[in-house]
């Protein structure tokens, strides 16, 4: 019920009201009171359910409010755990690292010249220098591509420009990990290699711009139907739509 049907219930009762005044006037006698008093008491309910309606009405949209209010205090507190969880790790990665020079938060993602990239909010003046790694405690995220004094950007591993030399964790296998848009793909590991679905990739340091050992994934499928190497199709165990923090560790010499 809006306000003005509530008005006009109002005005309604009014006029009843009046109405018997003047009929009890005309004909100069004086109603019942136990019948005066029925005809008046639905009248009297409705306005008081009225009024019982817009109080509720009312209590409602203050109870929504406060739900709403209550439920982006909570978002914020998950939002500070989160951070809170993963400014540490990062901080444990670097007192585990001698090699890192710097720790940058992401600024933006996206570039006009590459397909995968992000920014942070570190540079040159923080000792980054082109072709340092950035890596988070799950893995490898990229290498460094341009740098600024106080910016840098880099290109992620699962764009089709990136690659780095890999090798499988448990049999020790080599090749060479290049981006495919989502995920990434391991080239030149011969047919006769044994490759298993889960095995971990490593980088192997023989590219001499990334460190050894960095994890960078897990195998997914492979594929000997064609040519003479497998095509390993690996999953990146840093996904690029949660990376928000990065290390940047120096270039292999």
Known sequence: MTKKSSIISLILIITC????IIYQSKNDRILPKFYFSQLLNP???????????????????????QIFELSLRENYYSSLIQEN??????????????????????ISKGSTKYLKTIWIDKGSEHGIKKDYSA??????????????????EILLITDPNFSVSVRIQRSRTEGVLNGKGDNCIIKYIPLEEEVLVGDRVITSGLDGIFPEGIIIGAVKSTDKRNGLFQIIEVIPMQPDNKIEEVAIVKREK
């Open 135 to 152: 890596l988070t405690p799950n893995g490898l995220v990229g290498k460094v591509v341009s740098v600024y004094p106080e910016s840098s």
């Open 17 to 20: 009201c009046i109405f018997l």
């Open 85 to 106: 969880k993963r400014l540490k790790e990062i901080l444990t990665l670097k007192e585990q690292r001698k090699d890192i020079v710097a720790i940058g938060k992401v």
């Open 43 to 65: 009248l009297i309910l409705i306005k008081d359910s009225i009024k019982d309606f817009f109080l509720l009405k009312q209590e409602n949209a203050q109870l929504k409010k």
